[in-house]
């Protein structure tokens, strides 16, 4: 086996630069203010009418009481995007002790196109609150898994909805407004 010259040494100066660099940085960092992140902006992506069916109770949980609503149809529009919420869905809704209610939807859409994309949305709603007050606004969190192609853009980001209870032709629906974060 051939030895080679300075082989230690080689080694012993690259362990110095790296603790010379890592030290450098550190101090760097120290020295320079952290740039403050500007705040997001949203850009709409589409609106949805969720229609949905009479809830089961199943009662209380150790979590609180739960309740399930189908999801039976609906549309969505965007400038984008658009197409109809297939039936068969979920909305799991969990309300607490202190007045909240989580929410955990996962329904299909699928595009004017025949995409068919799946969309799980979370949020809370509701609390304590002043009686006659005004109702918190709903936001979500919204996270679609599309298939490679033309909606793919939907897998990445972030997103935000806004949701509000609402009733069309006299049955059960709300709208959601989805918004990315650029």
């Not at 969505?76 to 039936?87: A, M, Q, R, T, V």
């Not at 996270?143 to 032709?169: H, K, M």
């Amino acid at each position: 086996m051939r030895k080679r010259p300075f082989g230690y040494l080689k080694t012993f100066l690259t362990c110095v630069l790296i603790v010379c660099s890592s030290r450098a940085m550190q101090l760097y960092a120290q020295a320079a203010p952290a740039p403050t992140p500007s705040a997001p902006q949203m850009e709409f992506v589409f609106e949805e009418i969720v229609m949905l069916g009479a809830g089961y109770h199943p009662g209380a949980t150790p979590w609180g009481e739960r309740n399930i609503v189908p999801i039976t149809g609906g549309t969505f529009s965007g400038p984008n995007i658009k197409g109809k919420i297939l039936p068969g869905g979920w909305d799991w809704q969990l309300a607490s002790k202190t007045g909240f209610n989580r929410i955990q939807a996962d329904y299909m859409l699928q595009t004017d196109d025949g995409v068919i994309i799946n969309i799980v949305n979370k949020g809370t709603m509701g609390g304590p609150g002043e009686p006659g007050a005004k109702p918190s606004p709903v936001y979500t969190s919204p996270v679609f898994e599309a298939p490679i192609g033309r909606y793919s853009w939907l897998n990445e980001g972030a997103y935000v909805g806004t949701l509000e209870v609402t009733n069309v032709d006299g049955k059960f629906a709300v709208r959601i407004r989805i918004y990315k974060a650029r």
